[in-house]
C-alpha cells in the first residue's frame, strides 16, 4: 500500500523522494494522487498558481541538495483561478484586493501580460489556455536560471527541471518536453 505502516516506519529513519513537483494549491490538483505515489515518492511544494518565489526556490534547492532529487517537476494545470484572476485583474483593474493575493498574481503577472496584446485577447478559452502554458513555462525557467545551486545540478546532469499540464477534465499529465526519464521509485 502507498501509506502502509511498514513503508512509513520505514521512512521515519529519512526519505529519498525520486521526484520534487513545484504545483498548484487548486484542491483537485493534489500532485500524490495525480501521480498515484505515496509516503516519501514525491517532495512537494504547493502554492496558488505554482509560482516561484525565493521560499519555492528554497524548498526545491534543499530537496535537491538534501536528497539527491534528479527531478522537478513543474506542475499547472486546465483552468488555473491563479492565472484567471491575473487575467482578470489585467483587463478590469481592482482596488481593494488583498497586498497578499496581489503577491500572487504579480507574480503570475509577467507571463501572461504579453497574450493580451495578440490575437488571443478575443477568445477567452484560448487565452486561458496559453495563459496557464505560459505561467508553467516562466516558472520552469525561473527555477532552471534563478538559483546557482539548481544551476550547478543542472549543468552537471544531475537535475531536470520540466514543466507539464494537468488537464481538469481528462487527468491526463502532459509533459513539455516530453515525459523525463527518472529513477524509479523505491519499492515498497
Ligand atoms: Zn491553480
Same mark, same amino acid.
Given at each position: 500500500? !502507498?501509506?502502509?505502516?511498514?513503508?512509513?516506519?520505514? !521512512?521515519?529513519?529519512?526519505?529519498?523522494?525520486?521526484?520534487?513537483?513545484?504545483?498548484?494549491?487548486?484542491?483537485?490538483?493534489?500532485?500524490?494522487?495525480?501521480?498515484? &505515489?505515496?509516503?516519501?515518492?514525491?517532495?512537494?511544494?504547493?502554492?496558488?498558481?505554482?509560482?516561484?518565489?525565493?521560499?519555492q526556490v528554497g524548498s526545491?534547492?534543499?530537496?535537491?541538495?538534501?536528497?539527491?532529487?534528479? $527531478?522537478?517537476?513543474?506542475?499547472?494545470?486546465?483552468?488555473?483561478?491563479?492565472v484567471l484572476a491575473t487575467?482578470?485583474? !489585467?483587463?478590469?483593474? =481592482?482596488? &481593494? &484586493?488583498?497586498?497578499? $493575493?496581489? #503577491?500572487?498574481?504579480?507574480?503570475?503577472?509577467?507571463?501572461?501580460?504579453?497574450?493580451?496584446? =495578440?490575437? $488571443?485577447?478575443?477568445?477567452?478559452?484560448?487565452?486561458?489556455?496559453?495563459?496557464?502554458?505560459?505561467?508553467i513555462r516562466v516558472a520552469?525557467?525561473?527555477?532552471?536560471?534563478? #538559483? &546557482?545551486? $539548481?544551476?550547478? !545540478?543542472?549543468?552537471?546532469?544531475?537535475?531536470?527541471?520540466?514543466?507539464?499540464?494537468?488537464?481538469?477534465? =481528462?487527468?491526463?499529465?502532459?509533459?513539455?518536453?516530453?515525459?523525463?526519464?527518472?529513477?524509479?521509485?523505491?519499492?515498497?
Amino acid at each position: 500500500m !502507498l501509506t502502509s505502516p511498514s513503508r512509513r516506519a520505514e !521512512l521515519a529513519a529519512g526519505q529519498e523522494p525520486f521526484a520534487i513537483v513545484l504545483g498548484c494549491s487548486d484542491s483537485r490538483v493534489p500532485a500524490e494522487i495525480v501521480f498515484d &505515489q505515496g509516503l516519501g515518492d514525491l517532495f512537494v511544494i504547493r502554492v496558488a498558481g505554482n509560482i516561484v518565489a525565493s521560499s519555492q526556490v528554497g524548498s526545491v534547492e534543499f530537496a535537491a541538495a538534501r536528497f539527491g532529487t534528479p $527531478l522537478v517537476v513543474v506542475l499547472g494545470h486546465s483552468q488555473c483561478g491563479a492565472v484567471l484572476a491575473t487575467l482578470e485583474e !489585467l483587463q478590469q483593474p =481592482t482596488e &481593494q &484586493q488583498s497586498r497578499n $493575493l496581489r #503577491s500572487i498574481v504579480d507574480r503570475v503577472r509577467p507571463s501572461v501580460e504579453a497574450l493580451l496584446a =495578440t490575437e $488571443l485577447a478575443h477568445d477567452p478559452d484560448a487565452l486561458v489556455r496559453h495563459a496557464v502554458r505560459a505561467n508553467i513555462r516562466v516558472a520552469t525557467n525561473h527555477l532552471r536560471h534563478g #538559483s &546557482q545551486i $539548481l544551476e550547478q !545540478l543542472i549543468q552537471g546532469d544531475r537535475l531536470l527541471v520540466v514543466g507539464a499540464e494537468y488537464s481538469l477534465d =481528462t487527468g491526463v499529465v502532459e509533459f513539455f518536453d516530453g515525459v523525463p526519464v527518472s529513477r524509479r521509485p523505491t519499492t515498497r
